[in-house]
């Protein structure tokens, strides 16, 4: 196990989900998330399996136009789990009226290595009071 080679990759899929998120790519998101993905947010029923977490992006993208950044406050790597949380500061705009809401919020992502590649297996976010 080689532990930079591991942060390097979490930090990769970290960029890869603040470009999609920004861009409104599903395929890309899609490609990083686990099968047995688990997806808890607030005010969401908790998603318990891939198809169900696309379906939950899709009505996002479908909806918003999204504008975020997110800042590591730590990743910890321990076998074939990895866990980081972050700081993120998210804007979006309806699609429909144009009407743009901010927030600032934690996420706390775990990450499960996969035949050698690092997944997101649990997303787990709450907005900052």
Do not use: C
């Amino acid at each position: 196990m080689n532990k930079d080679n591991d942060r390097q990759q979490i930090e990769k899929l970290r960029l890869i989900v603040q470009e999609a998120e920004n861009t409104g790519n599903l395929e890309m998101m899609t490609a990083i998330l686990a099968d047995d993905i688990t997806v808890i947010a607030p005010g969401s029923p908790v998603i318990n399996t891939k198809a169900g977490g696309v379906d939950f992006l899709r009505s996002w993208f479908d909806a918003f136009y999204i504008q975020i950044s997110y800042e590591s406050q730590n990743i910890e790597i321990r076998e074939d789990l990895a866990y980081e949380w972050a700081i993120y500061q998210q804007t979006t705009t309806d699609k429909q009226t144009g009407e743009k809401a901010s927030e600032t919020g934690r996420m706390l992502w775990i990450y499960k290595k996969y035949n050698g590649a690092w997944l997101q297996h649990f997303i787990i976010w709450n907005t900052a009071a």
